[in-house]
């Protein structure tokens, strides 16, 4: 399975979620980008996704998106190829 990156937050409905859909589609480690912590952090997540908002996902090099892109492309049958590294 490829690594998985995530940038949130302390207090996030939406990484909540994320992680949980991750959980059940078999990840069993995420590498979670605190950007509440360090402002640095935040700066180079909004340089390298674009986005302001958290979650937002990396599967291997693939730029997901937030929860919402994640649920989507769940829902398109394509998560699993990707995090098969397909």
Excluded: W
Excluded at 5 to 33: D, Q
Excluded at 69 to 83: I, P, R, T, V
């Amino acid at each position: 399975m490829v690594e998985v990156v995530m940038y949130s937050t302390a207090v996030c409905p939406y990484c909540v979620a994320a992680e949980r859909l991750l959980s059940n589609k078999g990840v069993r480690e995420i590498r979670k980008i605190r950007v509440d912590l360090d402002p640095v952090l935040r700066e180079e997540m909004m340089q390298k996704t674009g986005r302001r908002t958290v979650p937002q996902i990396y599967i291997g090099d693939h730029h997901v998106g937030g929860f919402d892109d994640l649920s989507a492309l769940d829902h398109a049958g394509g998560l699993e190829s990707l995090l098969a590294g397909k």
